[in-house]
């Protein structure tokens, strides 16, 4: 008999600790759940204060508006809460920009502007190369990019200058690179 007492009783104990452990393990969350409960706990808070907020200022606008009115009875009836809408950004309309046929170039130039970049005999790089593919669509030659400013780039640089109105120094500035982009622009 205390057999079947201790096994009735170890049947019962299992049971309510199986029963309570399942409970335990379907009803656990997460950390992340439970940050996410409780910012919408927090959010539908903040939801229920802005429309407390929007039934108030309703209610001044309906007392402000009934104000200096002929009207002897103001109407003090509360609105219906006001639908709070997302801000809605504005679409930006894409801008228009002209590409020119040598857009690449006129890109090329407007770097070296940015770059206040001064170019003169015996420079050498890419940016000396720029000028000289510059100087060939001007002159309508095809002389070589070497990316050296030699004496030929100089005397062709002096001689766009001259024609441009700049003064003749035979160095490429911003005042310059200017024109040479103003020139590729008017080419279409």
């Known amino acids: 008999m205390d057999k079947l ?38 959010l539908e808070s903040e939801n ?9 200022l ?10 200096g009115t002929d009207k002897t009875i103001v109407d003090t009836t509360p609105t219906p809460p006001v ?3 997302p801000p809605v950004t504005p679409v930006k309309k894409p801008t228009t920009q002209t590409t020119y046929k040598n857009q690449t170039l006129i890109n090329e130039l407007q770097k ?9 005999l015996n420079s050498t790089g890419a940016q000396v190369g720029t000028i000289q593919k510059f ?12 990316n050296t400013y030699s004496a030929n780039t ?15 120094t035979g160095q490429v500035g911003s005042t310059t690179l200017g024109k040479m982009v103003t020139w590729l ?3 279409g």
């Open 135 to 146: 100087l060939n669509i001007y002159n309508k030659t095809s002389n070589k990019v070497d």
């Open 48 to 56: 229920e204060t802005l429309k407390q907020q929007a039934d108030q």
């Open 83 to 85: 639908k709070q809408t």
């Open 5 to 42: 007492k201790f096994a009735l009783v170890l049947i019962i104990t299992l049971a309510v600790v199986g029963g309570a452990g399942y409970w335990a393990v379907t009803t656990l969350q997460s950390g992340s759940q439970y940050v996410n409960n409780q910012k919408i706990k927090k």
């Open 58 to 67: 309703n209610n001044q606008l309906t007392l402000l508006q009934g104000f």
């Open 185 to 187: 622009k008017k080419q």
């Open 154 to 168: 100089k005397t062709a640089v002096i001689a766009f200058q001259k024609a441009q109105g700049v003064t003749a």
């Open 112 to 120: 070296l502007i940015n770059a206040k970049i001064v170019l003169k």
